[in-house]
């Protein structure tokens, strides 16, 4: 089993295609989003700053010096700002300001005394070396009434409630360890900084709730160890995926080509995605020309499934529509009084399951072979009982303003 970590956890939770790509296929990606690499430039100098402390008494043009020789050298082509009304410049200031507001709360920076900097923390849930987690805490401080601080910076433009970060799993799990590492550990405070806002957020936890931490990650563990299929799963976090030309929901806006036969075959994903959305109000309108919308439709819907197919994609999105291709088994059972049907009855009775499936329910069937309630030994000894026909639909949704 591998080293887990936070990030590791949290990419599986929020998506398991990107995390299938990352950590399973091991496909890296030279992009970098602008938030991550203002995060990495604040964080340097957060680290030379305390690694000095003791020796060095650094002026705030020190700092904003160190910042920007760094961002200099380590800006590159492939950063990526997603927000079409920021610039480079904007967040190199954003940054700037975030020194500059940490330097005159913190200044001289003595509070406390410091026992670790981007430390290392290995953490074994269960002690055994079966579940482990690896992580860096950014700053651990050991403060004059000796309780230990776990710092940690965020350079995000959202700032959380109380009540989420009293949830919070990544200071928590780094808690876990240092109790590992030292056995002084009595109290405890888990500390951020979130420095956009130039605000310092504080919370603590129990060993009650370190215990159920510990329990709850080894079953997310468990749950990654168990899946066979990644599937994507969509959320705002997709706008900042580094794999969407990889990624079955998003990739469609990255390959467009044409499509062969009927009048519509030949049109774009993006062209039949409006011609789709046309139809579909002309439709409502038209209410006499109905038939011929229908055909117009049906047409439209075979090319619009067939370049799915071709481009390994369900959602294509236009101008101002986008296009959903779903898919859904309709499971039919043996008719009464064949042979295949006492058969399937038999099988069930055998393994208990008639009653949830009472007089060959169609319905419960499908229920319990798509949502594979039943054991997989007792779905494959009934399919060769049922005839599954896979159907494919379309359906059209409107773009919101922030997809478009």
Same mark, same amino acid.
């Given at each position: 089993?591998?080293?887990?970590?936070?990030?590791?956890?949290?990419?599986?939770?929020?998506?398991?295609?990107?995390?299938?790509?990352?950590?399973?296929?091991?496909?890296?990606? *030279?992009?970098?989003?602008?938030?991550?690499?203002?995060?990495?430039?604040?964080?340097?100098?957060?680290?030379?700053?305390?690694?000095?402390?003791?020796?060095?008494?650094?002026?705030?043009?020190?700092?904003?010096?160190?910042?920007?020789?760094?961002?200099?050298?380590?800006?590159?082509?492939?950063?990526?700002?997603?927000?079409?009304?920021?610039?480079?410049?904007?967040?190199?200031?954003?940054?700037?300001?975030?020194?500059?507001?940490?330097?005159?709360?913190?200044?001289?920076?003595?509070?406390?005394?410091?026992?670790?900097? *981007?430390?290392?923390?290995?953490?074994?849930?269960?002690?055994?070396?079966?579940?482990?987690?690896?992580?860096?805490?950014?700053?651990?401080?050991?403060?004059?009434?000796?309780?230990?601080?776990?710092?940690?910076?965020?350079?995000?433009?959202?700032?959380?409630?109380?009540?989420?970060?009293?949830?919070?799993?990544?200071?928590?799990?780094?808690?876990?360890?240092?109790?590992?590492?030292?056995?002084?550990?009595?109290?405890?405070?888990?500390?951020?900084?979130?420095?956009?806002?130039?605000?310092?957020?504080?919370?603590?936890?129990?060993?009650?709730?370190?215990?159920?931490?510990?329990?709850?990650?080894?079953?997310?563990?468990?749950?990654?160890?168990?899946? #066979?299929?990644?599937?994507?799963?969509?959320?705002?976090?997709? #706008?900042?995926?580094?794999?969407?030309?990889?990624?079955?929901?998003?990739?469609?806006?990255?390959?467009?080509?044409?499509?062969?036969?009927? #009048?519509?075959?030949?049109?774009?994903?993006?062209?039949?995605?409006?011609?789709?959305?046309?139809?579909?109000?002309?439709?409502? #309108?038209?209410?006499?020309?109905?038939?011929?919308?229908?055909?117009?439709?049906?047409?439209?819907?075979?090319?619009?499934?067939?370049?799915?197919?071709?481009?390994?994609?369900?959602?294509?999105?236009?101008?101002?529509?986008?296009?959903?291709?779903?898919?859904?088994?309709?499971?039919?059972?043996?008719?009464?009084?064949?042979?295949?049907? *006492?058969?399937?009855?038999?099988?069930?009775?055998?393994?208990?399951?008639?009653?949830?499936?009472?007089?060959?329910?169609?319905?419960?069937?499908?229920?319990?072979?798509?949502?594979?309630?039943?054991?997989?030994?007792?779905?494959?000894?009934?399919?060769?009982?049922?005839?599954?026909?896979?159907?494919?639909?379309?359906?059209?949704?409107?773009?919101?303003?922030?997809?478009?």
């Amino acid at each position: 089993m591998p080293i887990y970590s936070h990030s590791r956890l949290s990419t599986f939770e929020s998506c398991p295609l990107q995390y299938k790509f990352s950590y399973i296929d091991g496909i890296k990606r *030279e992009e970098e989003g602008i938030e991550a690499f203002l995060g990495s430039r604040f964080h340097e100098v957060m680290e030379k700053l305390y690694k000095d402390v003791r020796f060095k008494a650094y002026s705030l043009k020190d700092l904003i010096d160190l910042y920007d020789a760094n961002w200099n050298k380590e800006w590159h082509d492939a950063i990526v700002i997603t927000k079409k009304d920021r610039k480079k410049e904007d967040y190199y200031n954003l940054g700037k300001k975030c020194i500059e507001d940490y330097y005159k709360r913190y200044h001289p920076f003595n509070q406390g005394r410091i026992l670790g900097l *981007e430390r290392e923390i290995l953490i074994d849930l269960k002690g055994d070396g079966k579940y482990k987690l690896r992580g860096y805490v950014d700053r651990i401080v050991q403060s004059e009434n000796d309780v230990y601080e776990i710092h940690d910076y965020k350079t995000s433009g959202f700032l959380p409630s109380q009540e989420h970060l009293d949830e919070d799993r990544q200071l928590a799990l780094y808690l876990i360890g240092i109790k590992n590492i030292w056995n002084d550990v009595k109290k405890a405070q888990l500390i951020w900084h979130y420095v956009v806002f130039d605000k310092e957020m504080v919370s603590t936890r129990s060993q009650e709730e370190l215990d159920k931490l510990t329990k709850d990650t080894i079953g997310v563990i468990d749950q990654i160890e168990s899946t #066979e299929e990644f599937l994507p799963q969509e959320s705002s976090l997709c #706008e900042w995926c580094v794999y969407p030309d990889l990624c079955p929901k998003r990739k469609h806006l990255y390959k467009v080509e044409a499509l062969p036969a009927n #009048e519509y075959l030949k049109d774009s994903g993006v062209k039949l995605v409006n011609t789709f959305a046309k139809l579909a109000a002309k439709k409502k #309108e038209h209410q006499a020309e109905i038939d011929k919308i229908d055909e117009e439709i049906d047409k439209v819907k075979e090319a619009v499934i067939k370049y799915g197919e071709k481009e390994g994609v369900d959602v294509i999105r236009g101008s101002d529509h986008m296009l959903r291709i779903t898919e859904k088994q309709k499971i039919s059972s043996p008719p009464k009084g064949s042979p295949e049907r *006492e058969e399937l009855g038999k099988i069930l009775r055998e393994v208990n399951k008639w009653e949830e499936v009472s007089d060959l329910d169609v319905y419960a069937i499908e229920k319990a072979v798509n949502e594979k309630r039943w054991d997989k030994k007792i779905i494959n000894s009934i399919k060769k009982f049922l005839t599954i026909e896979v159907r494919k639909y379309v359906s059209v949704s409107k773009l919101q303003d922030k997809e478009k």
